[in-house]
C-alpha cells in the first residue's frame, strides 16, 4: 500500500504501474483487504462544515427587533419597581430564545440526515464482480467503474478510458469538458492537464472508463482545498422569509404605533407613566406575531421530514412550495411509471415469433416456438441472439436466495437472463469470450456495439440498441442456420409494431465479422456491415401504485404527461394501461422538431404522451408547458436531462437510476424512483403549504384581537381588560403551544382533490384580511363582553381580568380547532378528535391556565383570582358560540366562492 506521496504522481505512471503500487489487480479488490484499508484510511468523506457554536447560536436569537424593546422595557419596569413584570418580561424573552435555538438545531439535524440520504453510490469491482457501494466506502486500491453522468467520488488513476470527458470546472474553472485517456503524463503537468486522472467532485461529461482508486476523502484534491466544503442550506424558503420580512416591517410599524400612543396617553391624557407604559409593552406584544417565524421554519422542517419518510428528499427548499401549485407533471416512463423489472417475453427471428418465459432476472425459463417446445441448442440464430445478449452488455446477474438482482441497467439484465436460459449456462454465458473494444450507448447514436474475440481468437461484432438505429447499420438477415438474405426492411417495421402494440419494448441485435487485427470499434465502420439477427421484446410493466397515483393526480387537476425514449406504440400501450388521458395521440421527438414554439405550446398542451424524445425535446416540452401559465414539474436521470430539470418549476431527479449530474440540478430526489412517490410528494407540498397558511392565519387574527382589546381600552381611557403582564404570558404559553401544534397536521382529506394553487399568490389575501377582521374583532367583543359582565356582578377588578384573559386563551383554542380544517367542514368526528399533538397542546395550555388561575404562587405573579364554576363554564360556552358563529361563516364562504380548477389544466 503507499501513501500520499506515492499517490500524488500517479498521473505520471502507467495503468499497470499504477494498479502494482497500490498492490491491487484489474479485478479489483478481495473484500478483506477493502475492509483493512477502509478501517486505514477512514470513509469517503470530506471533512463536516463547520457549525456555528451553540452559545453564538443562542444568542443570536436575541438579535430581533421585539427583543431589544422587551429588554428596555424590562430595564424600565426594574427602575420603576416593578419586579414582577421584570420577571415575566425577561423569561419571556428567555423562553422565546430557547425555543427557537432548539427549533433551529432540528431543522439543521434534519438537513444534515438528508444530505447523508443523498450520499451517492458507484459502481465498483471487488472479488472480480461488480458491486454497487455506499461512495463513503471506497478505499485507495478500489476499481471504480464510470460512465456519462456520474459524479467522479474520488481521485482515480485511470486503467480503461472509451470516449471519456469530464467536467473540471470546480476545480481548474475550465468550463470546457476535458478528455481524459489512460497515457501517462509529465509528473510536473498542472492539475488541468493530468488528462490520466479523474478528480474527487467533477461530472463525467461523456463515454465509460474505469479507474483505481488514488485518494479518498480529505485527502483527495477537493479535499484539499478549503472553502470548497458544503454547508447545510438556511431553512427557508420564498413564503417563509416573505413571512418574516413581513414580520419585521410589521414589528416596526407596531413600534411606531406604541410610541405614538405612548407620547398621546403621557402628554395628552396625562396617563400615569407607570401603568401606561405596561400597557404600551403589552400592546406591542400582543401585536408583533414574534414567534411566527420561528414556528413557519419548524413547519417547513417537519415538512422535510415527511417527505424523505415518503422517498422524496428536498434538495432546495423553495420545492417545497412549488410542489404545492404544480399543475402538469412530465415523468419518464421506464422505472417511475413501470417496475424497471425488464423481462425478455418474445424474440423475432425472420419468419417466426419464439415467447420467452421466466420470472424476473432468473437465468432460467423456457422457449416455445410457433407449434412446439424450441431446443436452443438446434436453432443457431437462437444462439446468435444468446451472444449478442450476452457480451454486448455491461450488466451482471447476482443470485440472492431465490431471487436475481441485476447490477446496471435493467434491460442488459434482462438480456443476460435470456442467455442463460437459451444456453442453459446461467449468468454464467461466454464467459471466455474477451471483449476488445466498444462503442457505449448514447443517446445520439441509440445503440452499444462491441468487439469481442471467442475461444478460437476469431473477432466478433456484436450491436443492440433501438430498431430504427440497428437496421440502419445492416445489409442483410440471418435466417436458419448461418444462411443469409437481403434485409427485408417492411418486414421488420411490421413487426416492431406489432410488437410495441403489445405494450413491449422493441430493441434489434446485429452481428458481424472483423479481421483477427482490427483493435478499435468506429461508427463509419458498423455502417451497413451488419447482419440483423432479429427483434427482442421486453415488458416492463406498470407499477400498481402508479396507476393510483396518476388516477390521484387527475382529481386534484394535475395533469400527467409521460415523455420516454420508447416506441410511439410502446408508449401509447403503457399510456393506456396506467391510465393517461388521450393515450390514443402520440407525438414523436420527429413530430417536436417539425413544429414551431406556437404550434408546440398547443400540442403540448393538448398530448400526454411523447414517444422517442430526446433530452433536447424535454427541455422545449417544459418550456412550452410554462408558456402557457402552467407549473411544471418535470423527471429526469441522465446528464442531458440537467438543462430541463433546471428549467422546469419542480425538477425531479432518479435517486437509484439518475446520474449525479441529474441529482445535482435537480429540486427533489427520488429515492425509489417511483412516480407514486411523486404524487407523495405533491401531496406532501400541499400539507406543508396548508400548514404555513394556517400558522399564519392562526397567528395574525389572535395577535389582532389581542392588539385590539388593549388599544380599545386606551383609547376609551378606561382600565385594560388583560393587563400586560397576561399578555405577554398568553403570548408565551400559545404562542409556544397552539401555533405549534399546526405545524404537524397531516393532509387534509380533500387535499389531492383540490386544483392547484396559484404561483406567487400574495401573502396577505382577501381571505385572510377579512379573518383577522373578522376574528379580532369577535375576540375584543367577546373579551370586553366577559369583562363588563364580570364587573356588573360586582367583581373586583383582578377577577374580572381574570375571566377575560381565560376567555381570549379558550377562544384561541377554539379558532385552532377551526383553522385545523381551511377547505372543509370542522364539524365533523375526525375534525373534533384532532390529532394526539394538538390535544397535548391544548392539555398543556390548560394546566397552565388552571394554574395561573388557581394557585396562589402564580395568581401573585400575575395578579390573577379564582375564577367560579359557573363562570369558568359560562367562558366555555362563549368559545363555543364563537367556533359556531366562524365556522357558519365559513361554510357560507364557501358556499357562495366554491374552489374551482384550474382553468389551464
Known amino acids: 500500500m503507499t501513501d500520499a506521496r506515492q499517490t500524488a504522481a500517479m498521473h505520471a505512471t502507467s495503468p499497470e504501474s499504477a494498479l502494482a503500487a497500490l498492490d491491487v489487480t484489474r479485478d479489483g479488490l478481495r473484500s478483506q483487504d477493502a475492509a483493512r484499508r477502509l478501517a486505514a484510511h477512514g470513509p469517503n468523506r470530506l471533512p463536516e462544515p463547520p457549525r456555528r457554536n451553540p452559545i453564538l447560536r ?412 440497428v437496421l440502419n447499420l445492416c445489409a442483410d438477415q440471418r435466417i436458419a442456420g448461418h444462411k443469409t438474405e437481403p434485409l427485408d426492411r417492411a418486414y421488420w417495421h411490421a413487426k416492431i409494431e406489432d410488437f410495441a402494440s403489445e405494450g413491449q419494448r422493441v430493441i434489434a441485435v446485429a452481428t458481424g465479422t472483423a479481421p483477427v487485427t482490427q483493435t478499435g470499434l468506429t461508427h463509419l465502420g458498423l455502417d451497413a456491415h451488419l447482419t440483423l439477427i432479429g427483434l427482442v421484446g421486453l415488458v416492463d410493466p406498470p407499477r400498481p401504485e402508479a396507476i393510483a397515483a396518476v388516477t390521484e393526480c387527475h382529481a386534484a387537476g394535475i395533469r400527467v404527461k409521460m415523455i420516454t425514449g420508447d416506441h410511439a406504440a410502446t408508449a401509447r400501450a403503457i399510456g393506456g394501461m396506467i391510465g393517461l388521458r388521450n393515450s390514443a395521440r402520440v407525438l414523436t421527438g420527429a413530430d417536436l422538431a417539425a413544429m414551431d414554439d406556437a404550434e408546440l405550446a398547443e400540442a403540448a398542451l393538448a398530448t400526454d404522451i411523447f414517444a422517442r424524445t430526446s433530452p433536447a425535446d424535454k427541455l422545449r416540452l417544459v418550456t412550452a408547458l410554462q408558456a402557457r401559465g402552467l407549473a411544471v414539474a418535470m423527471t429526469g436521470d441522465g446528464v442531458n436531462d440537467a438543462p430541463a430539470l433546471k428549467r422546469a418549476d419542480a425538477g425531479i431527479a432518479m435517486g437509484l437510476k439518475g446520474s449525479e449530474a441529474a441529482k445535482e440540478a435537480a429540486d427533489l430526489v427520488l429515492a425509489d424512483d417511483n412516480f407514486a412517490s411523486i404524487a407523495a410528494a405533491v401531496r406532501e407540498g400541499r400539507t406543508v403549504y396548508d400548514n404555513i397558511k394556517k400558522v399564519i392565519s392562526w397567528t395574525l387574527p389572535t395577535n389582532a384581537g389581542e392588539a385590539m382589546t388593549i388599544i380599545v381600552a386606551l383609547f376609551a381611557g378606561m382600565a385594560l381588560p388583560i393587563t400586560a403582564v397576561q399578555i405577554l404570558w398568553v403570548n408565551l404559553i400559545t404562542g409556544v403551544t397552539l401555533g405549534l401544534a399546526l405545524a404537524f397536521e397531516p393532509s387534509e382529506p380533500g387535499t389531492m382533490r383540490r386544483p392547484p394553487h396559484p404561483r406567487g399568490a400574495p401573502l396577505l389575501t382577501g381571505t385572510l384580511i377579512w379573518q383577522i377582521a373578522l376574528i379580532s374583532t369577535l375576540i375584543s367583543m367577546a373579551v370586553f363582553g366577559m369583562y363588563f359582565y364580570a364587573t356588573d356582578r360586582g367583581y373586583p377588578v383582578p377577577l374580572a381580568q381574570t375571566i377575560a384573559m381565560n376567555t381570549l386563551v379558550v377562544l384561541q383554542i377554539f379558532y385552532l380547532f377551526f383553522i385545523r380544517n381551511i377547505y372543509g367542514t370542522s364539524l365533523t368526528w375526525a375534525a373534533a378528535k384532532g390529532t394526539p399533538i394538538v390535544w397535548a397542546c391544548v392539555a398543556a395550555v390548560t394546566v397552565a391556565q388552571v394554574a395561573i388561575t388557581y394557585l396562589p404562587p402564580f395568581q401573585a405573579i400575575l395578579g390573577t383570582q379564582a375564577v367560579p364554576l359557573f363562570d369558568g363554564m359560562l367562558i366555555l360556552v362563549i368559545g363555543i358560540a364563537f367556533f359556531a358563529l366562524i365556522e357558519t361563516e365559513k361554510q357560507m364562504r364557501l358556499a357562495v366562492l366554491p374552489l374551482k380548477p384550474d382553468r389551464h389544466v
Request: aromatic letters at 6%; charged letters at 15%; proline letters at 5%.
Open 58 to 469: 443562542f444568542l443570536g436569537h436575541f438579535h430581533n427587533v421585539l427583543i431589544y424593546v422587551l429588554l428596555a422595557s424590562a430595564m424600565v419596569t426594574a427602575a420603576l419597581g416593578h419586579w414582577v413584570d421584570t420577571g415575566v418580561i425577561l423569561a419571556v424573552v428567555l423562553v422565546n430564545a430557547l425555543i427557537g435555538f432548539l427549533q433551529e438545531g432540528r431543522a439543521e439535524q434534519a438537513m444534515a440526515a438528508l444530505r447523508k440520504m443523498l450520499a451517492p453510490n458507484c459502481a465498483v469491482l471487488r472479488d472480480g464482480q461488480r458491486l454497487s457501494i455506499d461512495a463513503a466506502d471506497l478505499v485507495p486500491g478500489d476499481i471504480v467503474l464510470i460512465e456519462a453522468g456520474d459524479r467522479v467520488p474520488a481521485d482515480l488513476r485511470l486503467i480503461e478510458a472509451r470516449g471519456l470527458k469530464a467536467e473540471e470546472a470546480i476545480l481548474t474553472g475550465e468550463s470546457v469538458p476535458t478528455d481524459k485517456t489512460i497515457a501517462p503524463v509529465p509528473q510536473d503537468a498542472p492539475l488541468g492537464d493530468q488528462s490520466s486522472m479523474l478528480f474527487s467532485g467533477t461530472f463525467i461529461a461523456s463515454g465509460t472508463g474505469r479507474g483505481v482508486v488514488t485518494a479518498t476523502g480529505g485527502h483527495s484534491q477537493i479535499g484539499r482545498i478549503s472553502g470548497m466544503l458544503g454547508s447545510i442550506e438556511t431553512l427557508t424558503t420564498p413564503l417563509v422569509a416573505q413571512m418574516d420580512l413581513f414580520a419585521r416591517w410589521l414589528s416596526v410599524f407596531i413600534l411606531m404605533v406604541a410610541a405614538a400612543l405612548l407620547v398621546y396617553g403621557y402628554f395628552v391624557g396625562h396617563l400615569p407613566f407607570r401603568e401606561f407604559f405596561m400597557a404600551i409593552v403589552g400592546l406591542s406584544v400582543a401585536a408583533i406575531p414574534e414567534g411566527l417565524p420561528a414556528v413557519l421554519t419548524i413547519t417547513l422542517a417537519v415538512g422535510v421530514t415527511a417527505m424523505a419518510r415518503r422517498n422524496a428528499i428536498i434538495r432546495r427548499l423553495p420545492a417545497i412550495e412549488t410542489l404545492g401549485s404544480v399543475s402538469v407533471i412530465c415523468s419518464d416512463k421506464t422505472g417511475t411509471l413501470t417496475r424497471n423489472e425488464m423481462m425478455v417475453v418474445a424474440l423475432a427471428p425472420a419468419g417466426h415469433v419464439v415467447k420467452v418465459s421466466g420470472s424476473g432476472y432468473a437465468p432460467h425459463g423456457a422457449l416455445r416456438g410457433p407449434d412446439a417446445d424450441t431446443a436452443p441448442a438446434d436453432q443457431m440464430v437462437l444462439q446468435d441472439f444468446a451472444r449478442v445478449a450476452a457480451l454486448c452488455n455491461d450488466a451482471m446477474l447476482h443470485p440472492h436466495g431465490d431471487a436475481w438482482h441485476v447490477e446496471g441497467d435493467p434491460m442488459e439484465g434482462a438480456l443476460s437472463a435470456l442467455a442463460g436460459k437459451i444456453t442453459g449456462q446461467g449468468h454464467r454465458s461466454f464467459q471466455d469470450w474477451i471483449r476488445s473494444d466498444a462503442i457505449p450507448f448514447d443517446a445520439a447514436h441509440r445503440y452499444m456495439a462491441t468487439l469481442d474475440r471467442d475461444p478460437e481468437g476469431r473477432l466478433w461484432i456484436h450491436v443492440k440498441g433501438a430498431p430504427e438505429a
